[in-house]
């Protein structure tokens, strides 16, 4: 069974860095689409990032421009996002998913075929 496991989410201040990943087990991606997608208290789940499958190029929803940055190794099959100059509406669980069969950039979360459980980022002002 293919899964995903998002780890380095915690409890930051605000203006600090967290750095997630995600590793799949089951299977390589690295030939698939990926992304990241959040969930904060109350809210529907939304688009962070995006990166196609060599990480050639990147998408990103306009409230984390300038601060994440998606990448990927696809020698160590992992995914990651790095979030610098974090703030307190940065709140939520984080998600990384795949998309089987496409290479290229893909935003609209019901497109993807995989998904992680989760792992929670807190933002303390």
């Known amino acids: 069974q293919v899964q995903l496991v998002e780890s380095g989410g915690g409890l930051v201040q605000a203006g600090g860095s967290l750095r997630l990943s995600c590793t799949p087990s089951?299977?390589?991606?690295?030939?698939?689409?990926m992304g990241w997608f959040r969930q904060a208290p109350g809210k529907e789940r939304e688009f962070v990032a995006a990166?196609?499958?060599?990480?050639?190029?990147?998408d990103y929803a306009d409230s984390v421009k300038g601060r994440f940055t998606i990448s990927r190794d696809n020698a160590k099959n992992t995914l990651y996002l790095q979030m610098n100059s974090l703030k307190p509406e940065d709140t939520a669980v984080y998600f990384c998913?795949?998309?089987?069969?496409?290479?290229?950039?893909?935003?609209?979360?019901?497109?993807?075929?995989?998904w992680g459980q989760g792992t929670q980022v807190t933002v303390s002002s």
């Open positions: 998913a795949a998309k089987r069969g496409w290479r290229g950039i893909v935003v609209d979360q019901k497109s993807y075929d995989y």
């Open positions: 089951g299977r390589t991606f690295s030939t698939s689409a």
């Open positions: 990166i196609n499958w060599s990480g050639s190029s990147t």
